[in-house]
């Protein structure tokens, strides 16, 4: 099975909002709400930020939010800072017991 | 504090077999389950399989079929993941990583630190 789509990257100027979409289908994105969301810093182990579609983990700031609409979920930051510059990855469950990730986007913060 | 310390560095030769450790602390070793995921360099994330750590109940993604075996010890709260015939494709970084939910299998929340598998002859 393929990765989920996610755009490559994305760029925004701290302060503003960036949204990553993770397009998958109606057997996967489309038909659970088990999308999860990580962030990732250069050699570092990938970090839950969104779980179960819209929920944070504990210690995770506000300023990530998910959600879906049909065969997309989207990840949005706002108040862009800094330190939110790395890779992010989606996942989903896509039946029978599986996960299967996103192919990754890079932000960049201007 | 959830904690999963995972084995060290490892260089095989193509056609060998790989076993990876991960010693968890921190939580009740049976109430959630534990995935496996490996990194290829410049790569993103791919889950690769989980454990029920009760049963020993494993699922493994299409692509590791027969190749894969996910393990447990629960007198000493660890987990194993053994992967054979390995090839250069298999060069990654390992990690595990407990679910985020009781029972859950569809987020990996809590990961080791990983454990780089290199894979030359």
């Known amino acids: 099975q393929s990765a989920l789509t996610q755009p490559p990257s994305v760029s925004g100027s701290p302060g503003q909002s960036v949204t990553i979409s993770c397009t998958g289908g109606?057997?996967?994105?489309?038909?659970?709400?088990?999308v999860s969301w990580y962030q990732q810093h250069p050699d570092s182990v990938p970090k839950l930020i969104i779980y179960?579609?819209?929920k944070r983990p504990s210690g995770v700031p506000d300023r990530f939010s998910g959600s879906k609409s049909g065969n997309t979920a989207s990840l949005t930051i706002s108040g862009l800072r800094a330190e939110d510059e790395g890779d992010y990855y989606c996942?989903?469950?896509?039946?029978?017991?599986?996960?299967?990730f996103g192919g990754g986007t890079k932000l960049t913060v201007l | 504090q959830v904690r999963l310390i995972q084995s060290g560095a490892e260089v095989k030769k193509p056609g060998a077999s790989v076993k990876v450790s991960c010693k968890t602390s921190?939580?009740?070793?049976?109430?959630?389950?534990v995935h496996w995921v490996r990194q290829a360099p410049g790569q993103g994330p791919e889950w690769m399989g989980w454990?029920?750590?009760?049963?020993?109940?494993?699922t493994y993604a299409q692509h590791f079929q027969g190749r894969l075996t996910l393990t447990r010890d629960i007198s000493i709260s660890t987990f194993y993941m053994e992967l054979a015939r390995l090839t250069s494709d298999d060069t990654a970084v390992y990690f595990c990583?407990?679910?985020?939910?009781?029972?859950?299998?569809?987020?990996?929340?809590?990961w080791g630190q990983g454990s780089r598998v290199s894979v030359s002859s």
């Open positions: 990583a407990r679910d985020a939910e009781i029972s859950g299998v569809v987020s990996p929340a809590n």
């Open positions: 921190g939580y009740t070793f049976t109430d959630y389950y």
């Open positions: 109606s057997s996967d994105v489309g038909n659970y709400n088990y």
């Open positions: 454990i029920n750590p009760n049963t020993g109940f494993t």
């Open positions: 179960d579609v819209a």
């Open positions: 996942c989903s469950y896509v039946g029978s017991y599986t996960l299967l």
